[in-house]
């Protein structure tokens, strides 16, 4: 017989091929010692896929799927009443999954789609009432799967499933002949251990070699474990308190601005673990989890941890000091300002305080107050000797990022508005370019449009000058204004030379801080050579679709700061004067002040 396999077919005693008809109406159950159901798109397509192309081609009698390896189920006779209400069974064998759950719970789902109501029934341990989700799953369940992460894993792989058939199936007949080969000719391998054996033990054997689980969710099956047998003083900790609880921190943890506040640029979802709360372990743990040692954390915290009970009340203070902070307006700009910076970004263990009860609290750890201005100290470090007149553009970039940046945030935690500064989308969308309000570069074509900013420019340096006290300078500069307001020559040599030379006398200006915004890379790259008034509308076209603006941006290019705004075609001298004050009034806290001269 040929057979069409994932893996060759090596039939023990105590195993047999079993389609997936004879799977209809069994009760299964999913131990705490195993994983939560985490399969995502691309295995649910996977294995679509493969089953649409047997069905398609006619390869071989049958195909074969991993092997599923269960054990009967021993219950005395108070938790079998309350597993069998849980399964909606009165009678029947209840076989506990040691191996494969993935796929009998991807197996149901597709049954499912495919209009079998009630397939066969499956609950786990540390997630009731799943039987009775997967009874009512539907496109609509969106609301209720968002309740724990299993269930959520569990809508999603049911939309791909409801999207994969109606793409896939051209007519009825296709549709049929599919859960025709489903349920008749693609079969498990059904392995029943001879004897009592123990189903963990049994679990860890099967899974030693390639140990598929995560850090976290082997971390995970120790508190599961250790609650189950009441040990390590988890007398009075409950397998399902620890699960809505580990479910509540997971799910808090996944929501990007919470995430992007805590990791700065490395909130990257591509560099995120599998299980977001592996940073709350990573912390309790105190060490950087090295990429190429996979169960590095899981190892440092069995080796560290005493006992379970006060691990993970230790786990919950960090999580809660961390959501504490998160829900503070004042601290969440203050820290996440910390963590997004460039010059000496900090890390969120090191803003931690010590997790041993008896341990003494940090001076900065006292109360909110203390905290806030330890905080304030640590972000004016950088900051002591910065000169805003003396930090132009190309200067330290690095440095004006980060003065931009804060001046948002301070924006918003002095303002009366009750914003809040979205952290994701600043650096999914790349908000960290920075920008020259007015054109960098004019068009070089020495026509009108690059004639009228030259000439403006330069009667911009030419005001600075002048308050200077900048005699010779200043006289140079209006000479060579006066030269280009009267020229009439056309485009000579001469003219060309007298445009070389305004460039390079009014590169001082242009590239000074109050020239200067954050933007996104894809403004910044549309933009970058365009004069101011192309790029307020570009702003205001932006704003009115309800984009991410950082509030700064916007207001410069709404001339916010200007008290009465002459003209709105140019950034002028009154306007870099408003924004500059603006920024150092606002940062007055951050930024070093003058000393006070003596009269």
């Not at 009267?486 to 305004?502: C, F, H, M, P």
């Amino acid at each position: 017989m040929e057979t069409t396999c994932e893996s060759p077919v090596y039939l023990a005693s105590n195993s047999r091929l079993v389609p997936i008809c004879e799977l209809l109406g069994q009760h299964f159950f999913i131990p705490s010692y195993q994983r939560g159901y985490r399969w995502e798109e691309r295995q649910v397509r996977e294995l679509l896929q493969d089953i649409w192309d047997f069905s398609q081609e006619g390869r071989g009698d049958f195909y074969c799927l991993q092997p599923v390896v269960v054990k009967k189920r021993n219950l005395a006779d108070g938790e079998e009443a309350e597993l069998r209400k849980l399964l909606d069974r009165k009678e029947g064998i209840i076989y506990e999954v040691i191996d494969g759950q993935q796929r009998l719970t991807t197996i149901y789902l597709i049954l499912k789609s495919l209009g079998h109501e009630d397939p066969f029934s499956i609950e786990y341990e540390t997630r009731h009432n799943t039987a009775g989700f997967l009874k009512k799953i539907s496109p609509e369940s969106e609301g209720e799967s968002e309740s724990n992460i299993d269930f959520s894993h569990m809508h999603r792989a049911y939309q791909t499933i409801e999207w994969f058939k109606k793409e896939q199936e051209g007519g009825k007949p296709d549709r049929e002949n599919f859960k025709t080969k489903l349920l008749e000719n693609t079969k498990v391998i059904w392995y029943l251990p001879a004897g009592d054996v123990n189903g963990a033990a049994l679990f860890d054997r099967i899974n030693r070699d390639k140990i598929p689980l995560t850090n976290a969710e082997l971390i995970k099956a120790l508190f599961m474990q250790e609650a189950k047998t009441a040990t390590h003083g988890l007398t009075d900790l409950k397998q399902l308190e620890i699960a809505l609880a580990w479910d509540q921190m997971e799910y808090a943890l996944r929501e990007p601005d919470f995430w992007y506040f805590l990791k700065g640029k490395d909130g990257d979802e591509k560099k995120a673990p599998p299980s977001q709360i592996e940073l709350l372990f990573e912390l309790w743990v105190g060490e950087k989890v090295p990429e190429n040692e996979p169960y590095f954390l899981f190892r440092q915290f069995k080796e560290k941890m005493a006992n379970l009970e006060n691990a993970w009340k230790e786990i919950r203070m960090i999580y809660q000091r961390l959501r504490e902070w998160y829900e503070d307006d004042e601290l969440y700009h203050l820290v996440g300002y910390l963590m997004a910076r460039r010059k000496a970004p900090k890390e969120i263990k090191d803003l931690l305080p010590p997790l041993c009860q008896q341990a003494e609290l940090p001076a900065q750890h006292k109360s909110k107050s203390t905290f806030s201005g330890w905080l304030t100290d640590e972000i004016k470090k950088p900051l002591k000797s910065v000169n805003l007149d003396e930090l132009p553009y190309g200067s330290d970039n690095d440095m004006i990022r980060d003065i931009l940046l804060l001046f948002n945030l301070q924006t918003l935690i002095t303002g009366k508005s009750r914003q809040r500064f979205r952290f994701d989308r600043f650096f999914e969308e790349k908000w960290n370019s920075i920008e020259h309000i007015h054109a960098q570069n004019p068009p070089e074509d020495g026509g009108e449009e690059e004639t009228k900013l030259l000439i403006a420019f330069l009667e911009q340096l030419a005001a600075t000058k002048e308050e200077s006290g900048d005699a010779a300078d200043l006289k140079k500069v209006k000479e060579l204004c006066k030269q280009m307001q009267d020229w009439n020559g056309g485009k000579t040599q001469e003219w060309v030379d007298l445009i070389a030379q305004a460039k390079d006398l009014i590169r001082e200006i242009k590239d000074r801080f109050d020239n200067l915004a954050l933007v996104s890379g894809s403004i910044n790259s549309t933009l970058n050579n365009n004069p101011f008034l192309d790029k307020r509308k570009e702003v205001i076209k932006m704003d009115i679709s309800g984009q991410f603006i950082p509030i700064c941006t916007r207001n410069v290019f709404t001339k916010y700061y200007t008290v009465q705004p002459k003209q709105m075609e140019f950034w002028d001298l009154a306007d870099r004067k408003a924004y500059l004050n603006a920024i150092t009034s606002t940062l007055t806290t951050f930024l070093p002040q003058p000393e006070a001269t003596n009269p």
